[in-house]
């Protein structure tokens, strides 16, 4: 091949290959929807499901609530211990979430100790603690990174503030609760023993 030939089979084996590109880039502009393979990070944050991150992927965490039992069986299975939960099975708390038969006061999970191992979601009796397809939970400030899994925002000094109040709330439901079962006690006792005295007289009168 003379040095001519050689010189345009190259120009012409690189113009094929920018067209090639350029045929791609082409594609997925008019398709973008259908073949997504980058979305506008910052006005978009959620690519359509399946589209851009796995069904299986490890992101962020949601709860479903209302079906929470609060067993604890998630926070104890975390390996860095960066889950945190309260509420009461007494009675009602103003402002708390209904999870299944108990009132959740607080669900949190500081993401900034979470290694995203998934350990806390795969033993959920009520399989209600997901890990989603969030990813972005950038923040200036560390404590933005703890997330308060019933709000699905930044766990806030509101937040804590109402926490406290219903921390109060949930001292006195204990005790009404313990002077309840106490008084339920003392009644069955007392019945009890009515009982038994009654008894005692009907075989006192069968003896005289
Ligand atoms: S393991 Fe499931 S049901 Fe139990 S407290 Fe955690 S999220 Fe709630
Ligand atoms: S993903 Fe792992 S580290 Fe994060 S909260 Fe769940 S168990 Fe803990």
């Known amino acids: 091949m003379s040095a001519i030939q050689n010189y345009f089979g190259r120009i012409a084996k690189a113009?094929?290959?920018?067209?090639?590109?350029l045929g791609t880039t082409w594609r997925y502009f008019v398709n973008y929807r259908e073949e997504l393979v980058t979305i506008q990070y910052g006005s978009e944050k959620y690519a359509p499901q399946g589209t851009f991150l796995p069904a299986r992927h490890r992101g962020i965490h949601y709860l479903e609530s209302e079906k929470c039992i609060q067993c604890n069986?998630?926070?104890k299975a975390c390996p860095v211990d960066c889950i945190e939960m309260e509420g009461t099975r007494d009675g009602d708390l103003n402002g708390a979430w209904q999870g299944d038969k108990v009132?959740?006061?607080k669900f949190i999970i500081d993401l900034n100790k979470c290694i995203f191992c998934n350990l806390c979601c795969e033993p959920c009796p009520k399989q209600c603690i997901h890990m989603g397809q969030e990813f972005d939970f950038a923040s200036y400030t560390r404590s933005h990174?703890?997330?308060n899994l019933l709000t699905d925002q930044p766990w806030s000094e509101s937040d804590k503030e109402a926490e406290g109040e219903r921390r109060e709330q949930m001292i006195v439901l204990a005790d009404i609760k313990k002077k309840e079962k106490a008084a339920a006690r003392a009644a069955k006792k007392a019945a009890a023993d009515a009982k038994k005295a009654a008894e005692d007289k009907d075989k006192d009168k069968d003896k005289s």
């Open 145 to 147: 990174g703890v997330k």
């Open 73 to 75: 069986i998630c926070a």
């Open 15 to 21: 113009s094929k290959s920018i067209m090639i590109g």
């Open 103 to 105: 009132q959740i006061s």
